[in-house]
């Protein structure tokens, strides 16, 4: 048990029973940005309405801004009141807002750092805190060092009373050696398992589901390998362009945006091997054991496309391209749409492609998983009875809409054998009354905990790096990506990569 606090709630054999933290301190860096705004602080207004955040609880927001308590404590409601997902509830309010306070002040001020001390003693003498403190670090990984210097320089990180924990969002470096630097940044100040690694993707419900229908269900295990399964398809599609984030996302593109962390934990956990539990170090070990054997082929040129968006139609109005929006450089060369070819080498799935893509204005919002199915060696059939006849796949859908598609064929009625594709659907909206938590709202409840399974670890992050770091370099020649107009999904060289290989991309 991480910490010197013992949870009955929590820390019982009865799984039945609500996930309560204990009294802790949660301090949230870069308190007015646009993922503190609508996720963070909505998330945890909603822990505060299920119960999940006991009496004893204080969020401290720490940012460059003139404001006194009373007018942080209303930027917090605000925010609940526009993001939250469900209603505003006067009661919870009263009971978090009591607990919320504001220290003003910039990275580099030691004296910012002492009146956060202060504020943290305040709160384990009056609320009962027990020096159980977390810092939430939303903020560019160039402030990491400069923040977590000065928390350890103000005796912030002593773990000698209370536990002290630091949450940090993606990207995790930018490449595998600025991975490795800024793990020792923070491991100099907080050790291994009190450093939880955000990827909100694996606090979503359908990734949870993943696991619960590989490894409680018979039925698929039989086929989930490449006796039967063509290839992957692993997709994350955006409808909207870059918004506002032309500083962060100009020289960063979609490959470390989103492959190196989002798409890979979900290849890991869709090729892995049955843990023995799951217990955070042996689901951890498996996931390691996919990314340890996975490689993209020797010619990158052929198994991987680059592309940018241009102006187009859609949702019925004229967008702007990349190098038309607002502080985007006129000559980058930065990726809006990436893809490439992996191929894991293990008994399980030698010979089968998982083809990774992820896409900016792509023609809708999507995250899914596709496993590809081969087809029937002989079909006793008529060519043309089974021209509306497509791959049976079995489809699990991150977002939006969650849930679980298998496509098959099935006879049309009528006096011909006529074969269509058709589809049996479980979403979860369907078939549970209960409401699926926002990502955030799981992950920071984790955290709170010392819950590790779903942040992945620094071994995990350095072999994502060691994958993609090769495309990266060979992309990294100054050819422009191939354009792709707004509305579409992505460049024809994406098309030829899959093509090459004998299959297409789904249109989902």
């Not at 526009?82 to 009263?94: G, L, M």
């Not at 940018?308 to 006129?330: A, H, K, M, N």
Request: glycine share 8%; proline share 7%.
């Amino acid at each position: 048990m991480n910490g010197s606090w013992i949870n009955p709630l929590r820390d019982s054999d009865d799984r039945r029973l609500p996930r309560i933290a204990g009294p802790s301190v949660l301090v949230l860096f870069g308190v007015t940005g646009d993922l503190a705004r609508k996720k963070l602080l909505p998330a945890i207004y909603e822990l505060a309405s299920h119960g999940a955040l006991p009496p004893g609880f204080g969020l401290v927001g720490f940012a460059r801004r003139d404001w006194t308590n009373e007018q942080f404590i209303q930027h917090v409601e605000e925010s609940v009141r526009e993001y939250a997902r469900t209603p505003f509830r006067p009661e919870v309010w009263r009971q978090l807002s009591s607990g919320i306070e504001f220290v003003p002040g910039s990275f580099g001020e030691p004296e910012a750092f002492v009146r956060l001390r202060q504020t943290l003693q305040r709160f384990d003498r009056e609320h009962g805190t027990g020096g159980n403190h977390a810092f939430y670090l939303s903020i560019p990984p160039k402030n990491f060092e400069q923040v977590i210097g000065q928390l350890d320089a103000h005796g912030l990180t002593d773990q000698s009373n209370g536990w002290k924990r630091a949450i940090i969002e993606k990207p995790f470096g930018h490449d595998l050696a600025s991975s490795q630097d800024l793990n020792r940044v923070v491991s100099a100040a907080f050790p291994p398992e009190r450093v939880f690694r955000i990827d909100h993707y694996l606090g979503k419900e359908t990734v949870q589901n993943l696991l619960a229908f590989r490894f409680a269900n018979m039925m698929y295990e039989p086929v989930w390998n490449r006796n039967f399964v063509s290839h992957v398809q692993i997709t994350m599609a955006e409808d909207i362009g870059i918004g506002g984030r032309a500083g962060y996302y100009d020289g960063v593109g979609a490959a470390r945006d989103v492959i190196q962390n989002h798409l890979f934990q979900l290849m890991a956990l869709t090729a892995m091997e049955e843990p023995n539990t799951f217990d955070h170090n042996a689901l951890r070990r498996e996931k390691e054991k996919v990314l340890e054997a996975s490689r993209v082929p020797g010619d990158m040129r052929l198994h991987s496309a680059n592309g940018q968006y241009t102006s187009g139609w859609q949702g019925g109005r004229l967008v702007r391209g990349f190098l038309e929006e607002d502080g985007i450089d006129p000559a980058s060369t930065t990726e809006t749409y990436a893809a490439i070819r992996v191929d894991i080498d293990s008994r399980r799935w030698a010979g089968v492609p998982f083809y990774l893509r992820t896409a900016k204005r792509a023609p809708r919002r999507i995250t899914e998983i596709a496993l590809n199915f081969w087809r029937t060696p002989h079909m006793p059939f008529n060519q043309p009875d089974i021209e509306e006849l497509g791959v049976n796949a079995l489809v699990l859908r991150i977002q939006p809409n969650e849930g679980i598609e298998m496509n098959f064929g099935a006879k049309i009625p009528g006096t011909q054998m006529e074969i269509r594709q058709v589809s049996m659907d479980f979403s979860y909206t369907g078939s549970f009354t209960e409401t699926s938590p926002e990502a955030y709202e799981r992950l920071i409840l984790d955290m709170l905990l010392g819950d590790p399974p779903l942040f992945p670890q620094q071994r995990e992050v350095e072999l994502s790096w060691q994958i993609l770091d090769p495309v990266l370099d060979m992309w990294a020649d100054g050819k422009q990506p191939e354009q792709y107009h707004a509305g579409t999904w992505g460049p024809r060289c994406a098309d030829e990569m899959l093509a090459r290989d004998g299959f297409a991309w789904r249109r989902p």
